[in-house]
């Protein structure tokens, strides 16, 4: 009977929203009948409308109310607060011939004015309900200040960390990647499209945008296609898959095509293997660069090749609306793939509730009520100190004690308001941000005396500072120095050629080491940092990234034990720059690393491991694991597995780990990765307490691409590794026959 009553209540939905459909596409039908020429090249137009600010900014704004008002441009980007935002709509919808709303994007990267995480740090906790829950919160905040759309989630994979943008994606592994990027399209949308609280996702960059030559941002992207979709595209998928409404392409080309040209990558992948039925969105003037880039003459050629190629939408670059016309009267491009750009676009503003409701109930009540309160600023602590990782910690120094006699708090980032935001802080507001020094002077007893020094700057050769600090720091109990990177060092075109510290702070920290007091450094930073000196002499070691405006907080609530730290990598830091770029699931080569043989592949001159490995982090507790168990020593190809294993929690404090299950399918018709993550899960546990953790080992997660570039399970023998992180791990194996 229930099967019934769940089939009855499937297929009303699934009528429901085919009906939905069919009504949308009806409704473009007969605008597209309507519209001009004109008009339908406004829809497929963003101009980036940012005229708060400038000596031009009411000219500026003028040109655009004309331009709404002729239908001429159907979005802005950066055009954001309940009051900008409805002056331009209500032009839209009031004085334009045929009334489409205008949609509203922004860069809401890691919050809006709640300013969250990076999402690389995100990313650490290994959370995707705690990213979830801080993609909705951005959204409930953006939402209530007129904005529509996000560009993000940023779902490039990145393994070389020189890349700046490494800051604002999940690092370098597709099942990990994916997870995350699934968890913020979800944040962002919600369960429906047009739900109160909710803007549209925008998956970018489209695609390989990570895989800069040499991490320059911008740069020349070549790979395999196998590399291509079975590392770098998964996460974009991910995202399809989860619904996202958008999709950006990106700056760079791949084996010789720009990716706002790439029929191939927009059109065959995207629309027809994944069945995407949102836009896409060019990058900022990524369609006129394609011309720079050398496959058009010029703009015109530059349109026509973005246009056939299926961009929908020209970001701030102006050649739709130049050059369109004359294209589609030379016959360079079609009424038919005009009408489907077109339709694609309105379809979302459909979706997304715009017609009915142009105003989405953005108010400055709304505002005041859903920006920046209570609630909010509770979420950001939470998910900053998930995000927390805890490197090193000898001795068992950390957690401190709260009733510590003296405590130096020194380094250029110790009490700075501006970096924790980090590279995408929008609305942000350094007042906003709770400095290490503020969340420490809250936390510890009344009774302890804290000295604070800044010992230098993050850039630049000065030392003069250096004296005060050592001083403080050899009259204290513990030192704890904050070091690390300006916000502006990583994001867009913040690529760096070196991955040490900055300036003289490492320079500074060995000063504050040879004081012989008890050391702490607390790193922020957007990318992995060679940090090999402070590993191998400071004892203990917290990576904080740029946390957000409660970074002193939850670093506070770290060092104090107040929260036990659960985070893990989601990217391998090298020990210098040299080895980049650097990532767990490597192939293993003819001649794998071995450092006391001479001919096989490695660096004579380094340690050739990792200073902190994928997936890696510790906690204030010990977690003890069991062998893996496997449901079966052999499967079939279309069988699938469970992996079990038991951890239990033999220290003193209660605290979370990630276990983490990888794989390795050891002879394949192409080589495979030495260790691939295929699951991951979190799990609280008080002292003594042991739980059984399961996997599924499904068809999907053991197939690959094939010789023939045939994704599908090969026979053969398989590894299972189950650990705490990417090295240290138990291992069983298992066979899978064809039949
Ligand atoms: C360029 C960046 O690459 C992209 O990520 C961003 O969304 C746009 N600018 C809009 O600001």
Redo the contacts with the bound molecule.
Sequence with gaps: MKKIIFAIFLCSTLLLASSKDNTIEQKIDSLLTLMTLDEKIGQLTQYSGNYETGPSAGTVKNEFQKLVKEGKVGSF?NVHGATNTHEMQKIAVEQSRLKIPLLFGY?VIHGYRTTFPIPLAEASSWDPQAVEKSARISAIEAAAAGVHWT?AP?VDIARDPRWGRIAEGSGEDPYLGSAMAAARVKGFQGNSYGEKGTILSCA??FAAYGGAEGGRDYNTVDMSERTLREIYLLPYKAAVDAGAATI?SS?NEIAGVPSTGSKFLLTDVLRKEWHFDGFVVS??TSIPEMHTHGVAANDAESAMLALNAGTDMD?EGGVYRKHLPQLLKEGKVSEQTLNEAVRRILRVKLRLGLFADPYRNASPEAEKKDIYNAAHIAATRDVARKSIVLLKNEKDILPLKKEIKTLAVVGPLANNTEEPLGPWHQQGRPSDVVTVLDGITKTVSSDTKILFAKGCDIVGNDTKGFDEAVSIAKKSDVVIVVVGEAAEMSG?AASRSSLTLPGKQEKFVEAIQATGTPVVVVLMNGRPLAVTWIAEHVSAIVEAWFLGVQSGNAIADVLFGEYTPSGKLPVTFPRTVGQVPYYYNYKNTGRPMDEKQKYNSKYIDISNTPLFPFGYGLSYTTFEYSSPRLSASKITKKESLKVVVDVKNIGRRAGEEVVQLYIRDEYGSVTRPVKELKGFQKIALVPGEKKSVEFTLTPELLSMYDINMKWGVEAGTFKVYVGTNSVDVQEASFEVSEL
Excluded: N, V
Aim: charge should be negative; charged fraction near 35%; proline fraction near 0%.
């Design positions: 980007l860069d560009f940023m970018k960059h950006m700056f990058d900022w970001m867009e």
